[in-house]
């Protein structure tokens, strides 16, 4: 588990499938269960990290089906906390947040160990997260501080910087992200750890004005994000909107029109190769790991198939004729609903490429697409203005903050704001999620 963690950060992903691979086959050679299951979960957490959402569902399930066996507690901790991940990339929040609180009860039964920390450490910073979501900030940051002790990486002190920045105390987010900068040079090494301690400080000095220092940090996290193979697709992109906006406020137009075309190209294209890649190698990894248990299933599957046949057959005679009768009504409305499917697809595609291009008449097509949703809108608050109609109907269309941010070209911060601003108008509960409150408006 050490190093697989260690080639993750590094982006060494050659070397984290091999490794995953070779103690795969030692855990099946010694009926290891667990093992098997331990490996499935972090060949997920890179799929989570490249954003190859349904690779790692498969894999995660994979470790569900051993886990279920198993009366190891620590074992299904993390199980449980790096799928509540992959559940809130999916921006399944609720159920994101189930499954780290299943995390959470199994780790209470386990004794203590440097697994166990590593484990409460990443526990404790998704429910900080989730909180923080949840809009919660006082539980929030206790969980922050609680996974603080735990970590001598600095990633800890980065999310509680993130957070004290977000509510407006600059000098205590100094403080933090200052600890994790230490850090960070006393590690000595060229990671996701200082991928993301770099992006942090960048943002910070952005905020200041100091554009200086923070082209430093921008162009110091990409030379990190190239050399660890951009195995963390999310920082990508983000990065490269950060220098646009960077140089937008500098008013220098040419880089800021690069570094816009740059994460428009990033958003479509990064890790295009790698996924390639990876599906292979994870199709591979799962082929070899049925093969055994295919194999022993295979006979049994032959006797449940020879002692249907015959029944089988007959039953073929009987509906043969009825089937006949119904097949070209069948045709007809499968042909319906294909049709009907194609065209709303098209809309939707259309609708959301309209949304990401910032195209003046998004909200019209919207309109047409969702006949009668913006009057429902507007009969809770007719005051609604038509930038915050536009801010709802991306809302609907379930677009995050950073990616409404990005495509609007305003800071993700003003994007929060706005959120906030639209619970009010629109009387949302704080225990409500956003987008579940727009998905059940029809």
């Known amino acids: 588990m050490k190093q697989n963690e260690e080639f993750r950060f590094a982006g060494e992903y050659d070397s984290l499938v091999n490794l995953n691979k070779k103690y795969y ?108 979501q949840k809009k919660n900030p006082k539980v929030a940051l206790a969980y922050f501080q609680k996974a603080r002790m735990f970590d001598k990486t600095g990633i800890a002190d980065c999310a509680i910087s993130d957070y004290i920045y977000m509510h407006k105390n600059k000098d205590s987010a100094y403080k933090y992200i200052s600890n994790a900068y230490s850090k960070m040079i006393a590690r000595n090494r060229e990671d996701a750890v200082a991928l993301n301690i770099h992006t942090i400080m960048g943002e910070y000095y952005l905020y200041y004005n100091e554009h200086d220092k923070a082209e430093k940090e921008f162009l110091r996290a990409l030379e990190i994000d190239k050399k660890t193979n951009r195995i963390f697709a999310q920082y990508t992109k983000y990065i490269y909107n950060d220098l646009r906006t960077l140089y937008e406020m500098r008013g ?81 409305k499968s042909e319906a609903e294909n049709l009907k499917t194609r065209i709303n697809d098209n809309r939707q595609e259309e609708i959301l490429e309209m949304a990401k291009r910032n195209d003046p008449e998004f909200l019209a097509y919207f309109k047409k697409v969702y006949p009668g949703y913006i009057d429902k809108l507007l009969a809770i608050n007719p005051g609604l203005e038509i930038s915050e109609q536009v801010f709802c ?48 408006i029809k």
Request: hydrophobic share 35%; glycine share 2%; proline share 1%.
């Open 252 to 332: 220098d137009k040419e880089k800021a029109y690069f570094y816009l075309n740059a994460y428009t190209e990033a958003k479509n294209k990064t890790n295009a190769a790698l996924l390639a890649t990876i599906n292979q190698d994870m199709e591979s990894f799962i082929s070899e790991a049925k093969t055994g248990t295919e194999e022993n299933k295979s006979k049994v599957q032959w006797v449940i198939f020879l002692s249907f046949a015959g029944l089988s057959l007959l039953a073929l005679y009987t509906w043969r004729i009825i089937n006949t009768l119904r097949k070209r009504k069948a045709d007809l």
């Open 25 to 132: 086959k030692i855990a099946e050679k010694i009926k290891y269960e667990d093992g098997k299951a331990l490996c499935y979960i972090n060949l997920a957490r890179v799929n989570i990290s490249l954003e190859n959402y349904q690779k790692s569902s498969i894999l995660f399930n994979n470790a569900q089906e051993i886990l279920k066996n198993s009366d190891n507690p620590l074992h299904k901790a993390i199980f449980y906390n790096y799928y509540s991940r992959l559940n809130a990339e999916l921006r399944r929040v609720d159920k994101a947040f189930e499954y780290n609180n299943e995390a959470l009860k199994n780790i209470e039964n386990t004794k203590d160990s440097e697994l166990k920390n590593i484990a409460l450490y990443n526990i404790y910073t998704q429910h900080g997260d989730y909180y923080t």
């Open 393 to 440: 109907a991306m809302l609907k269309l379930h677009f995050t903050s950073k990616e409404i941010a990005n495509y609007t070209l305003v800071q993700h911060r003003t994007i929060q704001q706005k959120k906030y601003r639209i619970r009010k108008k629109m009387n949302i509960p704080t225990e409500t999620d956003i987008y579940v409150f727009f998905d059940r």
